[in-house]
């Protein structure tokens, strides 16, 4: 089964970077599209970045130029690199593998909390 497991959240200061990473087990990565989700309290939890199985990546608006995620294929390991953040990039950061077949199955990893101190 699909087992998707986040680590390197933590406390840093606004301006600081963190490197998340998300090790993902069962996964079909050619079928499947790879993500970061982001939670905030008392808000929806929203895309922040993504990469597709082609290859393509996607970035929320309030991200680009921030944020890059990557992949090591030996790793089957999944990588958001967050530089210059902001106390509004607090949040609880879930990894997300979306397949892109039917039945479009979505799996989440348990999330790890990102908080930035102004």
């Known amino acids: 089964q699909v087992q998707l497991v986040e680590s390197g959240g933590g406390l840093v200061q606004a301006g600081g970077s963190l490197r998340l990473s998300c090790e993902a087990s069962?996964?079909?990565?050619?079928?499947?599209?790879m993500g970061w989700y982001r939670q905030a309290p008392g808000t929806q939890r929203e895309l922040a970045a993504q990469l597709t199985r082609g290859g393509s990546t996607i970035y929320a608006d309030s991200v680009k130029g921030r944020f890059t995620i990557s992949m090591d294929n030996a790793k089957n390991t999944i990588y958001l690199q967050m530089n210059t953040l902001k106390p509004e990039d607090t949040a609880v950061y879930y990894c997300?593998?979306?397949?892109?077949?039917?039945?479009?199955?979505?799996?989440w990893g348990q999330g790890t909390q990102v908080t930035v101190s102004s």
């Open positions: 069962g996964v079909a990565f050619r079928r499947t599209n």
């Open positions: 997300n593998a979306q397949r892109t077949s039917y039945p479009h199955s979505a799996y």
